[in-house]
C-alpha cells in the first residue's frame, strides 16, 4: 500500500491480511504523524517515495518492492474481513493447481463496499485489486489509476466478487475534512483534464468530489462533461452509471424553477424508466419535484423508490437505500401539504422506527394524534401506540416523549408520561409543573 498520515488506519490496514502474506509493503510519502513508526511496529517493509502528484508512479514504485507470485494492493483505509481473507487464500490454492493447458488468470476481481459515515454500505462496485506480480502490469494514471498491461490489452481474470469483498471506509465527509483528500483530488482531477479535456472518467470523478465539496454547479458540468464520453463509448459501465447518478442528484438537489424536466427524465429514460426496476432514478425523480413544491409527483416518485428497494438486486450507487430516512421525512412532509394526515404518521412512524430519537418527527406525530377523537382529553390511542416503539422501563425513552409531548403542547399525554417515571424523576416534574 502507499501512505500518508494514516497513523488512525494503519493498523487495521495490516492485521486483515497478516495470517495470510509473508510480506507486507508500505510504501510512505511523506507522513508527519505515526504512520511509519506504527507500520514498522507491525512488521512491515517500510520504503519512501517523495510525492509527485502521480498515484502511478507511487504505486508502481512499491509493486517494484514485491518479491511474492501475487499482489494484493488496498490503500490504507480498505481492508477484507478475516472470513473473506481466508477465502482468498483458498482461491489462489486452487488457481496454482489448474490443469495441463488452463492459464492462470491474471486478476481476481473483488466486490469493492464503500462504507458510508456510521459503517454502513451505500454503493458497491468491482475492483481489480489482487493481480499477478507481472513486469509488464502497471499502474496508469495521475488520480483514479488503473492497472493495465502493454498495448492496454486484454487480461484474464477470475471473477470472485460474490465470494470476495473489500471495505472501504475512505469516502465520507468526515474523512474528507480531516485529511485534506477532497481539495488534493480537485486539484489533480483539474490539471487532468486541462491537459486531456477528452479524459471523460476524469470528468466523471471531478464532479463526484465537487459535489462532495457542494459546488454543485461545478458539478453539473463536469457530470455532463464526463457523459459526452457515452457517444463515444470512451466510459466504463460503471463510470458511466455514477456520472448519471451524479448528474441526477445534483439536478435533483437544487431544482430550480426555471429550469425544464427534460434533462432529468432523459437520464432517468437512460435508466430504462418507467421500466426499471432501479430505484434510484424514482428517487431522483421524487427529490427532483419535492425541491420545486410539486407534492403529488414527489410523493409518487418516493413511492415508486419505496417500492423498488425491496426488489432490486442490481449493483449500483443504490441512494435510495442510503436515504431510505430522508424519503420517509420527505414524504411525510408531502402528504401534509397534500393534506393526507394518516399516510404523515404512517411515514413518520417508519422514519422512528430507523432513529426513535427524532425530536422533530415525534412532535409532528403528536401534533397531529392530539386532534384525534378523545386524544386530546385521555392519550390513551397515544400512549398505546408509544409502547410500540419506545421502551417504557427506559427512563431516556420516556424523558424524550415528555420533552417532544410538551413542545407538541399535548398536556394529557404529558401526564401520563410524568406517571410512568420513576419515582425520583416523576415527583421532580410534579413538583415543577405545580
Not at 493447481?97 to 462496485?125: M, Q, S, Y
Not at 471495505?167 to 489533480?188: D, F, M, S
Not at 426499471?276 to 410523493?299: I, K, Q, S, V
Not at 421525512?329 to 422506527?353: D, F, K, T
Amino acid at each position: 500500500m502507499i501512505v500518508k498520515n494514516e497513523e488512525k488506519n494503519i493498523c487495521r490496514a495490516l492485521t486483515w491480511a497478516k495470517d495470510i502474506v509473508f510480506e507486507q509493503i508500505v510504501v510512505d510519502t511523506g507522513s508527519t504523524d505515526r504512520t511509519v513508526e506504527l507500520a514498522e511496529e507491525m512488521g512491515a517493509k517500510v520504503y519512501h517515495f517523495k510525492w509527485i502528484d502521480d498515484f502511478a508512479a507511487a504505486k508502481n514504485y512499491a509493486i517494484e518492492q514485491a518479491s511474492g507470485d501475487w499482489i494484493a494492493f488496498l490503500d490504507a483505509d480498505e481492508y477484507m474481513n478475516p472470513e473473506d481473507a481466508k477465502r482468498l487464500v483458498r482461491l489462489l490454492e486452487q488457481l496454482s493447481v489448474l490443469k495441463k493447458g488452463e492459464k492462470i488468470p491474471l486478476f481476481v476481481r473483488c466486490a469493492l463496499v464503500n462504507l458510508d459515515d456510521k459503517g454502513r454500505p451505500f454503493d458497491v462496485t468491482v475492483q481489480d485489486r489482487i493481480f499477478r506480480n507481472r513486469k509488464d502490469m502497471r499502474y496508469h494514471g495521475k488520480i483514479h489509476e488503473q492497472i493495465r498491461m502493454p498495448g492496454n490489452g486484454q487480461f484474464t481474470f477470475v471473477n470472485a466478487q460474490s465470494r470476495l469483498s473489500i471495505y472501504h471506509t475512505g469516502y465520507n465527509a468526515p474523512v474528507y475534512e480531516e485529511t485534506g483528500k477532497l481539495q488534493r483530488n480537485i486539484r489533480q482531477l483539474e490539471e487532468e483534464v486541462r491537459q486531456n479535456p477528452e479524459n471523460y472518467e476524469a470528468w466523471s470523478y471531478l464532479g463526484d468530489s465537487q459535489k462532495t465539496m457542494g459546488d454543485k454547479e461545478s458539478a453539473k458540468y463536469s457530470f455532463r462533461k464526463a457523459l459526452e464520453g457515452e457517444w463515444e463509448q470512451k466510459l466504463s459501465p460503471h463510470v458511466l452509471v455514477r456520472a448519471k447518478s451524479g448528474l441526477m442528484a445534483v439536478l435533483a438537489e437544487t431544482a430550480p424553477q426555471y429550469e425544464s424536466d427534460e434533462e432529468i427524465y432523459q437520464l432517468a429514460e437512460s435508466y430504462g424508466y418507467p421500466n426499471t426496476g432501479n430505484p434510484d432514478p424514482w428517487f431522483f425523480l421524487g427529490l427532483w419535484h419535492y425541491n420545486r413544491n410539486e407534492m403529488e409527483r414527489a410523493r409518487e416518485g418516493f413511492l415508486q423508490a419505496l417500492e423498488r428497494l425491496d426488489t432490486y438486486k442490481g449493483i449500483g450507487n443504490e441512494l435510495a437505500k442510503e436515504n431510505l430516512n430522508n424519503i420517509y421525512i420527505w414524504l411525510a412532509q408531502a402528504c401534509l401539504r397534500l393534506n393526507h394526515p394518516q399516510e404523515v404518521v404512517h411515514y413518520c412512524v417508519l422514519s422512528l422506527r430507523m432513529n426513535k430519537y427524532q425530536e422533530r418527527i415525534l412532535t409532528a406525530v403528536f401534533q397531529l394524534l392530539k386532534q384525534e377523537p378523545g386524544e386530546s382529553g385521555r392519550a390513551e390511542g397515544t400512549w398505546k401506540f408509544l409502547k410500540n416503539l419506545y421502551d417504557f422501563s427506559n427512563p431516556k425513552d420516556l424523558l424524550f416523549i415528555l420533552k417532544c409531548a410538551k413542545l407538541s403542547g399535548f398536556r394529557s399525554l404529558e401526564s401520563k408520561v410524568v406517571k410512568a417515571l420513576p419515582n425520583n424523576l416523576g415527583r421532580e416534574f410534579k413538583s415543577s409543573s405545580e
